[in-house]
């Protein structure tokens, strides 16, 4: 029975035991619950039943009350609930459109990103406008801004500067949209309302672990190993106006430094800065330049070099293919060079033994979890967060939910990789 036809018969029960005036004194017209219309037949009953009537009336009233409950599914006695119900003026997903802004579609992996996070949506029923800005803020801009005007309910941003979407997500407040920073946070606002990524300091830490472990510093359980060294390093950070590059460098240098100070690591380029190393928007061929302009002015009386830091998979080519052309560095010979999120061309590199290493995000969860926000801020609920105190904006500190990253050799790619169906193994090979 719908709630307007229940509505309808525990009023035609009450006309029938007391009159329309004295029915209208005690009803509540804007009642709309089945709990809240059982709750008034009570209370009127009670109220309007002349005393010498009343042992009569009770009998053929409640009779009839207990009729239409019987008609009502799930019907629930006064005061009582029988289940959760979604907070009132909870939006449908068949009504609501959630914008997925993406900085490129230059990296596969920003690519399966978009199209994950779109799909789960689609799954749910939302509708979805999935848009790339090519690396480009003006773009990204735009496209948030034809997002809010189309009438979006909800954003995911992949910002490609953290910094300059201000002036968008006030617009976006103003619409009362909720924004979720995807993987990269959002700096300089209040508008932004929670963040989902991965540890990103642990991450810095994992791919300084990968580079020790390769030149033998550390063994398989991590454990120091002493007597070795020193051993020639160069590093590169990501990209200065992308929050995550100074997370990762942060975690890597914490674990390098103790190696620096005690000269078992050199650096003979002297560039240790982060301001040095940092590849403006993670563009391969920038950092190849770099890779080359050391090779030339750092190592060129025939010092070797031992292992390169790099932050992220496509450095980690652009690297690769300065060391193998400027450097001389044939495939069997290469220094030790990390990476970050096992995009297809990097796990390859792992397997035909010229990267070392990279860490693995899985983007599936990091999309689910996304998600899962959205889909919670659009029902009126509170979405699951796990970190409440590390990723403070400038502005405020932005609820956050961490996901767990994992280094990835030769040794365990097959595990992580091709055993859990992130990629087959024709994929990497």
């Not at 525990?10 to 209208?24: K, M």
């Not at 907070?87 to 009504?95: E, N, V």
């Not at 009362?176 to 606002?189: H, M, P």
């Not at 454990?223 to 590059?245: C, H, R, T, W, Y």
């Amino acid at each position: 029975m719908k709630p307007k036809s229940f509505r309808n018969s525990c009023r035609a029960v009450l006309l029938a035991f007391t009159n329309r005036s004295i029915l209208n004194r005690h009803i509540n017209n804007v009642a709309r619950t089945r709990e809240h219309w059982c709750c008034l037949v009570h209370q009127h009953f009670a109220a309007v039943l002349p005393r010498k009537e009343k042992m009569v009336r009770i009998k053929k009233l409640m009779g009839a009350v207990a009729l239409v409950l019987a008609l009502t599914v799930g019907a629930t006695g006064c005061g009582s609930r029988g289940g959760a119900s979604e907070p009132s003026g909870a939006a449908k997903p068949s009504d609501s459109l959630v914008g997925i802004s993406m900085p490129t579609q230059t990296s596969e992996r920003w690519i399966a990103d978009g199209a994950n996070v779109e799909k789960s949506l689609k799954d749910l029923g939302y509708k979805t406008d999935l848009q790339f800005a090519n690396d480009d803020i003006p773009t990204q801009v735009s496209q948030i801004e034809n997002m809010l005007t189309k009438g979006a309910k909800a954003l995911i941003i992949a910002a490609i500067d953290g910094t300059t979407l201000t002036d968008v997500l006030a617009k976006a407040k103003e619409q009362n949209v909720k924004v979720i920073a995807y993987d990269r946070l959002i700096n300089g606002t209040p508008n932004v309302d929670y963040y989902t990524t991965f540890d990103n300091y642990t991450v810095g830490v994992q791919q300084a672990t990968s580079l020790l472990t390769g030149l033998g510093l550390v063994d398989a359980s991590g454990k120091k190993v002493d007597g070795k060294g020193p051993f020639n390093i160069e590093l590169f950070a990501g990209s200065p106006d992308d929050n995550n590059a100074n997370f990762f460098w942060t975690g890597a240098m914490d674990t390098l430094k103790p190696y620096m100070d005690a000269g078992t690591l050199k650096v003979p380029s002297g560039q240790t800065k982060f301001e040095q190393a940092a590849i403006l928007r993670w563009q391969a061929p920038v950092a190849q330049k770099r890779m080359e302009d050391i090779i030339t002015s750092a190592y060129s009386s025939g010092t070797k070099l031992n292992g390169v830091l790099s932050p992220y998979d496509g450095l980690s080519i652009g690297i690769i293919s300065a060391l193998t052309s400027t450097g001389g560095y044939a495939k069997g010979s290469l220094p030790v060079v990390t990476g970050q999120d096992a995009e297809k061309g990097s796990v390859k590199s792992i397997v035909a033994g010229e990267q070392y290493s990279t860490i693995f995000k899985d983007t599936r969860q990091l999309g689910a979890q996304a998600v899962k926000m959205v889909d919670a801020v659009l029902k009126g609920q509170e979405p699951e967060t796990n970190d409440t105190k590390t990723y403070n904006n400038k502005v405020k500190v932005v609820p956050a939910f961490l996901l767990k990253s994992v280094i990835i050799t030769k040794d365990n790619y097959k595990k992580e990789l091709i055993d859990s169906g992130y990629y087959k193994d024709s994929d990497v090979k």
